[in-house]
């Protein structure tokens, strides 16, 4: 049995798990609602308040899915009660974010500021001028989104300048020996 599949996931108070046909599993908490429609596979059953997974059969590819589809409701309810959030750094001189409403700017050393508005679902809020904060409910698109920002100019290794998740660290080289 795949350990992380077998593993049952509590359903906290106040949040409502209903699964229709198709495996189409709604998650209802105090953050917002999630959908999402996983492997039909898979056999979703909610036992009190506990949803468990089982797989029909042991091929690769349902052992697989079995491991997949438990992280995947269990992201939803987390994303429900708690949220999500991934905190991104900009480092340089002259780089900084600022926030408008919806929209996110960002001076990168480009000849023109990169604006970038939030998806539906998703905050990001800016703490300085050097600190970004992506907020959600759906674990995937917070990635997503702050992935969509780091990439605007990624950390490059010389000087560290760039824009960098604040759990990253940078592997730094040395630059170019001068004459003797």
């Known amino acids: 049995m795949s350990r992380i599949g077998r593993m049952p996931i509590a359903v906290p ?3 409502t798990v209903d699964i229709a046909e198709n495996n189409k599993v709604t998650v209802k908490g105090p953050k917002g609602t999630l959908e999402r429609v996983l ?6 059953t909610l036992e009190g308040a ?3 997974v089982k797989r029909p059969n042991d091929l ?5 899915l ?4 438990r ?5 939803m309810v987390v994303g429900v009660t708690h949220g999500y959030e991934k905190t991104l750094e900009i480092n ?3 780089y900084r974010a600022s926030k408008a409403g919806k929209e996110l700017t960002l001076n990168l050393g480009y000849s023109h500021p990169v604006i970038m508005t939030d998806p539906e679902g998703i905050e990001s809020v800016v703490e300085g001028t050097n600190k970004i904060i992506v907020k959600g409910i759906d674990k995937e698109k917070v990635g997503q989104y702050a992935a969509e920002i780091r990439e605007k100019r990624g950390p490059e290794p010389y000087k560290g300048k760039g824009i960098k998740y604040s759990t990253e660290t940078i592997r730094r080289k040395v630059g170019k020996a001068g004459k003797k």
């Open 13 to 15: 108070a106040g949040v």
């Open 39 to 44: 492997p039909s596979e898979m056999e979703i």
């Open 50 to 52: 506990e949803v468990i």
């Open 60 to 64: 690769k590819k349902m052992k697989s």
């Open 66 to 69: 079995h491991g997949l589809t």
């Open 71 to 75: 992280t995947l409701i269990n992201n």
């Open 92 to 94: 340089g001189v002259g």
